[in-house]
């Protein structure tokens, strides 16, 4: 017996590796896998659509003109310069395609803009006043980056032009017109903005009466507004 488990067991060992060679070979492990690259997370998009309401405040300055129609060019040196603060509120609301923004806004400010002069009607001093002015509209921007927004703006103006001489009481009318501009505004939070902005308004002449000449044409001309404004944004 110990003889035949010698003789199985050199089989074996000698038929072995032939065997060995002729089963399948197991396949190679993969190749290691390179880490991932990383890939930061995107900041979301501000979303610049919605109704918003606020409040602006600046600096207008222009100049005044009076004229009496058919009196001699020597009557009146009423050409002076004109200028104060405007504060009041501002509502509107945006929609937004892609990176442009669509608007329509509207603001009422109370005004200190006047001005006046010693020898309008020599030599009797005048002045001229301006003491609210409204504008309705439009806007069209484009979000150049994800938080800031640069538009262009127009639309009508309102307002009064109010003026006296010395010893009358101030009469006056209230005036349309146009107003054209433009501006920057940044988002700070998710329904904070702020703006800086500028418009020009040119208004009707006022046609008075009761202010020493008889009629009396009073121009309020050039006026240029710089203003910052802030707004809350509803989302």
Not at 6 to 32: C, I, R, S
Not at 94 to 118: M, P, R, Y
Not at 129 to 136: I, S
Request: with cysteine; glycine share 12%.
């Amino acid at each position: 017996m110990t003889r035949y488990l010698f003789v199985g067991a050199l089989a074996l060992a000698t038929l072995g590796p032939a065997v060995a060679a002729d089963l399948p070979q197991p396949m190679p492990p993969p190749p290691p896998q390179a880490p991932a690259a990383y890939m930061p997370a995107m900041a979301p998009v501000y979303n610049w659509g919605g109704i918003y309401f606020g409040a602006n405040g600046g600096y207008g300055f222009g100049s005044s003109n009076w004229l009496a129609p058919g009196a001699p060019p020597t009557t009146l040196t009423g050409h002076f310069n004109a200028s104060g603060f405007l504060v009041g509120p501002t509502l509107g609301i945006n929609v937004q395609a892609d990176a442009l923004v669509f608007s329509v806004e509207g603001d009422f400010d109370g005004s200190w803009i006047k001005g006046s002069t010693d020898i309008c009607i020599p030599p009797v001093a005048c002045e001229t006043q301006n003491n609210w002015l409204a504008t309705a509209r439009g806007r069209l921007g484009y979000a150049a980056a994800d938080r800031v927004l640069i538009y262009g703006t127009a639309g009508g103006a309102f307002g009064n032009i109010s003026a006296n001489t010395s010893g009358t009481a101030f009469q006056q009318e209230i005036k349309a017109g146009w107003t054209a501009g433009g501006g920057v505004e940044a988002a700070f939070s998710d329904h904070l903005t702020a703006r800086v902005e500028y418009l020009f308004v040119d208004m009707q002449d006022a046609n008075l009466t009761g202010v020493t000449i008889t009629p009396l044409t009073v121009k309020l001309e050039n006026l240029s507004i710089v203003r910052l404004g802030i707004d809350y944004k509803f989302r």
